[in-house]
């Protein structure tokens, strides 16, 4: 079974900290993703990677950037948190053009 | 990707089977219906896909009507345990980055 992780379940953090959720899957995928989940809004997709070192902008990248130096982790990086970006935080991984994305079991953040 | 309509909530009765419709009335030729899960506290699970065929897995069924303007997830058995937020997304199968575009979803409450 494929299994993707993320750092913590729960976090909390202080305005203006700096904050890395950390994803990590073990079956050699290319493509990984990050999504946060609001009420109402479903899925947003805010960044993704599809090799060690590439990144592209999903529909909302403002407020974040990524890193991928190794093909199994990929790091969502809040520069300065702000409460807006309280949420619940989605990592993903699919293999080339397969058709399945496998998530991870979440991160909800909560900005202070 | 094309957009989809699904209604808010649904109840089923446990061991009956659960019908979720799904409206994607501006899909176009290459694009796909997938449908995702999601079980409280957990991340989003896929289910199943078709492109203009009836499909079947272990899991559900998914009818496509012959326009593919609409279809439906059906859980030919439903039990508690399916009681998540049922996603349906539309897209092409091999677009950049392979990501989703998941909206509201309909919650599915399975009783007793």
């Known amino acids: 079974d494929v299994k993707v992780t993320q750092s913590s379940r729960y976090l909390v953090k202080r305005t203006g900290e700096k904050v890395f959720l950390e994803c990590v899957q073990d079956?050699?995928?290319?493509?990984m993703f990050w999504y946060r989940q609001d009420p109402g809004l479903g899925l947003r997709l805010i960044y993704f990677?599809?090799?060690?070192?590439?990144?592209e902008k999903g529909d909302i990248p403002e407020g974040y950037s990524v890193s991928r130096e190794k093909k199994e982790r990929f790091s969502l990086i809040l520069e300065s948190a702000s409460t807006n970006q309280t949420s619940m935080y989605l990592c993903?991984?699919?293999?080339?053009?397969?058709?399945?994305?496998?998530f991870g079991p979440g991160t909800r953040l909560t900005v202070t | 990707d094309a957009k989809t309509t699904q209604p808010p909530s649904m109840d089923c009765a446990e061991g009956r089977a659960a019908n979720l419709p799904c409206n994607h009335s501006?899909?176009?030729?290459?694009?796909?219906v997938y449908w995702y899960r999601q079980i409280h506290s957990q991340g989003p699970q896929y289910i199943i896909h078709?492109?203009?065929n009836n499909e079947t897995n272990e899991m559900a069924s998914l009818i496509i009507t012959e326009d593919r303007k609409s279809s439906t997830l059906i859980l030919p058995h439903a039990t508690l345990r399916d009681t998540a937020v049922y996603y349906c997304?539309?897209?092409?199968?091999?677009?950049?980055?392979?990501?989703?575009?998941f909206g509201g979803g309909t919650r599915l409450m399975v009783k007793p």
């Open positions: 501006t899909i176009s030729g290459n694009e796909y």
């Open positions: 079956m050699d995928h290319e493509n």
């Open positions: 993903a991984t699919v293999e080339g053009y397969s058709y399945e994305q496998y």
């Open positions: 990677s599809y090799d060690v070192k590439m990144k």
């Open positions: 078709g492109l203009k």
């Open positions: 997304i539309v897209r092409v199968a091999n677009n950049a980055g392979n990501m989703l575009t």
